[in-house]
């Protein structure tokens, strides 16, 4: 009895019910494009920041998914570095980090370039630098070879594991990987976005490499994404969204990829397109939350785009912005700026009277101050 997918007769042909999907498909293409259009709609500097943010996120949440856990910081540092963005002082990057970061913008901003399976073995060996997963080593920059037994997902302690999914041979991965990436790379026939969540499920189920599959995976379904739009610069994370859903992702994996306990594996993998088009719907949904920090930037200096303001203060309103600690004195402000501080008051004053900052409370040499509240669009 077949027990996973890829034992089906009509591998790799799979099918999906496109009358079925036709709507959510829809809804996230309306959601993708409105987004896009207002984060396009954004100055340079907001825009980049917000592809900073982004990545960041979908870094550290991809590597969360599986059980790993990034430095933050280091991320952010090692991101700014490679775009060439200013962030001030960077956090120096450990190895892991490094490769993480560039295997996603390899991804995403050479995402017109063909996938190979150089680039893949490149990938994997940026992953694991060490040639070591944990304590464990493994090969990397090649196929596995199941020389150590057959490649399995499990879970549970040891002696009562429970086995989610076994992959196929490894005699059979230079076909299936010529196969799948031959797909990859051909234009998509029919949306692109579906292409996404296909390339997802199919790179997945081939489990080529040792360690490093899901992460993998998802930086193939984010290039496909980005090919879908046309666009390296990403808005939205769907490994945080994933992340948040993970108890769902891997359970509409296991579904898919082997059945239930009463039904056999098909080829018919329209619940797993249905929720990877949701859940990518709740990744775009979710960005303008996440994003709320750059996106009220954005609305306060509309709001305040005719005010003319020299560098000093434009300096200290973007720190405010970005969530300056404690309160903003006419001491701090003379710091920040390396300004005297009979100009900073001077400056302060100016910013005050043009409607930017408020009086805190307290006077006198305790007098703080902070900036106006812009009300939501």
């Not at 402000?333 to 910013?351: F, P, Q």
């Amino acid at each position: 009895m077949r027990r996973y997918i890829y034992q089906s007769s009509s591998w790799p042909r799979f099918k999906w019910d496109r009358e079925k999907l036709a709507e959510p498909l829809a809804a996230v293409r309306l959601r993708q494009g409105r987004l896009i259009g207002h984060m396009e709609a954004l100055g340079f500097r907001l825009r980049t920041e917000a592809v900073l943010q982004t990545l960041t996120s979908d870094v550290i949440k991809s590597s969360e998914i599986e059980g790993e856990r990034l430095d933050a910081e280091q991320v952010r540092s090692s991101i700014a570095r490679k775009l060439g963005v200013d962030i001030g002082a960077l956090k120096p990057a450990d190895r892991d980090v490094e490769g993480v970061v560039e295997m996603m913008l390899d991804a995403t901003r050479e995402y017109d370039r063909p996938l190979t399976a150089a680039r893949l073995f490149g990938w994997h060996a940026a992953l694991f630098p060490t040639g070591r997963s944990g304590l464990r080593k493994i090969k990397t920059g090649r196929w596995r070879d199941d020389s150590s037994g057959p490649m399995q997902v499990v879970s549970g302690p040891m002696q009562r594991e429970k086995v989610h999914f076994e992959a196929p041979a490894a005699a059979r991965l230079p076909d299936e990987m010529r196969a799948f990436l031959k797909w990859f790379n051909a234009p998509a026939n029919g949306d692109a976005v579906v292409k996404a969540a296909l390339a997802h499920l199919w790179f997945v189920t081939l489990h080529p490499f040792d360690d490093g599959n899901g992460r993998i995976a998802r930086a193939i379904a984010d290039m496909a994404l980005a090919r879908s739009e046309g666009s390296s610069q990403r808005f939205y994370s769907m490994s945080a969204q994933i992340r948040q859903e993970r108890n769902a992702y891997y359970g509409i994996l296991e579904r898919t990829q082997r059945g239930t306990m009463d039904t056999r594996p098909s080829m018919d993998i329209t619940p797993w397109m249905d929720w990877f088009l949701a859940c990518l719907g709740r990744a775009i949904v979710g960005a303008q939350t996440a994003l709320k920090g750059v996106l009220s930037k954005a609305r306060f200096w509309e709001t305040f785009a005719a005010t003319p303001l020299n560098e000093r203060q434009r300096k200290v309103v973007n720190r405010l912005l970005d969530g300056f600690e404690g309160k903003l004195t006419t001491s701090k402000y003379a710091k920040l700026t390396g300004c005297s501080h009979d100009t900073a008051l001077r400056d302060i004053l100016s910013l005050v009277e043009s409607g930017i900052l408020v009086h805190g409370d307290g006077g006198g040499r305790s007098t703080s101050y902070a900036l106006l509240e812009i009300a939501p669009a």
